[in-house]
């Protein structure tokens, strides 16, 4: 009968160290260690090349995502404004004028008794283009029409240049 002592390598260990032992390639340890040092310069440039295209697809993509967002944001604060200027009319008992503007809403504008303001917990915010939001009471769409004129700052266009209103949902 022959003893084996017992150690702390478990069968698994043991079977892998015969496995990898007894098949081993000679094939695999004679690689050229120059092709082996590095990429080469075609193997590169195709990877800049399909980096290139990745990024020309995916960058229009975001872009337009982040257009939308915009547009979101606007649409947005002025329902805030809107909200704003309910409560504005509720204590005063009319809308800011033209003149008073969205600021009647942060700042007491003139000598209004029943101001109780100010009806926006932040100052008053520009839209998302850097732009002034366009007041007008009375409104031409209602009793007041709030407006950012878009990406373009003017009246009128389309896709992200349009207008968002208050008046349109």
């Not at 944001?73 to 909200?83: S, V």
């Not at 950012?148 to 009128?156: E, H, K, L, P």
Request: proline share 5%.
């Amino acid at each position: 009968m022959i003893y084996h002592p017992k150690t702390k390598k478990s069968r698994v260990s043991r079977l892998m160290f015969r496995v990898c032992g007894a098949t081993r390639d000679s094939r695999l340890e004679t690689r050229n260690s120059s092709a082996s040092a590095g990429f080469t310069l075609i193997e590169l440039i195709v990877v800049v090349v399909i980096i290139g295209l990745l990024a020309g697809l995916v960058l229009p993509q975001f872009i337009r995502q982040e257009e939308k967002a915009k547009i979101k944001t606007a649409k947005a604060q002025i329902e805030l404004f809107g909200t704003a200027l309910d409560t504005f009319r509720l204590d005063v008992g009319r809308y800011p004028s033209t003149e008073e503007g969205l600021r009647a809403l942060s700042q007491k504008p003139g000598a209004l008794e029943r101001w109780d303001g100010p009806y926006l917990k932040k100052d008053l915010p520009e839209d998302p283009w850097g732009k002034a939001y366009v007041y007008r009471s009375p409104g031409e769409h209602g009793p007041y029409d709030i407006l950012s004129y878009g990406a373009d700052g003017v009246q009128g266009g389309e896709g992200d240049n349009r207008d968002v209103t208050s008046w349109e949902r």
